[in-house]
């Protein structure tokens, strides 16, 4: 199995662009969630679902889009990039909503916004 | 409140002695405590948990102690070795809820 499959590795962004960071898993997990890395401030959530075609907020949602339109994606969207958005982004899924069991994290994407 | 508070943020521990991490929350409402591993260029995953009804949790060289009356859980690492070096978060979940809270981070370095 792959697991949890970030694209792109690395990418650099101006300022305004947008751009979108994809985000698949393989293990029909029914919760994924996106976190953005940052120094000093641990991993901060930014939207999660639950499901195909039902997403919410988390800590840091703003200047970020989503969509759940399948089990297997979930597609991290910048609008209007910012250099605050500058970040390392990681996405994970997990097999239930509620469920201890451990949340799978792909390998990330590197973001820079100049 | 749902912060979760994690301490040092670096540290370095000779091979063989024990690294010792800690985080300290304020909401009784968390009902998991999980411990996570990041290697450079890699997410974290996933090394070991606990839930508050238990003071104590051992997988190999790895425990977690907590301690429900102070809201205090902390890793221990026994033997610490190179290969052990690594960014350590620790992580709280609201009972009833799907998300999970992430401390700050520990970046651990056993010198050989």
Redesign the interface.
């Known amino acids: 199995n792959a697991g949890v499959t970030q694209t792109p590795k690395f990418q650099v962004l101006k300022t305004g662009q947008s751009m979108t960071l994809q985000c698949a898993q393989d293990m029909n997990h029914e919760y994924m969630s996106w976190y953005r890395q940052d120094p000093g401030m641990g991993l901060r959530l930014i939207h999660y679902s639950v499901g195909a075609g039902i997403t919410d907020q988390g800590e840091v949602p703003n200047g970020y889009n989503v969509s759940r339109s399948t089990t297997e994606d979930f597609p991290l969207r910048l609008l209007s990039a910012a250099p605050s958005q500058t970040s390392v982004y990681f996405c994970a899924s997990r097999e239930g909503q509620y469920s201890n069991q451990p949340q799978h994290f792909g390998d990330g994407t590197r973001l820079s916004i100049l | 409140q749902q912060q979760v508070k ?1 301490s040092p ?1 670096s540290l370095i521990v000779q091979k063989g002695g024990i690294s010792i991490i800690n985080c300290a929350y304020e909401n009784t409402a968390f009902d ?1 405590f ?1 411990w996570y591993q990041q290697f450079p ?6 090394l070991i ?1 606990i839930r508050p009804d238990v003071s104590e949790k051992k997988e190999g060289r790895f425990t977690i102690s907590f301690n429900k009356s102070a809201k205090q859980f902390s890793l221990h690492i026994m033997d610490s070795q190179p290969g052990d070096s690594a960014t350590y ?1 620790c992580a709280a979940r609201i009972q ?10 520990t970046r651990l370095t056993i010198n050989p």
């Not at chain 2, 009833?96 to 981070?105: H, I």
């Open positions: 994690q943020q998991y999980p260029g890699k997410g974290p995953a996933l948990a978060f009833g809820a799907q998300k999970l809270v992430f401390g700050q981070g």
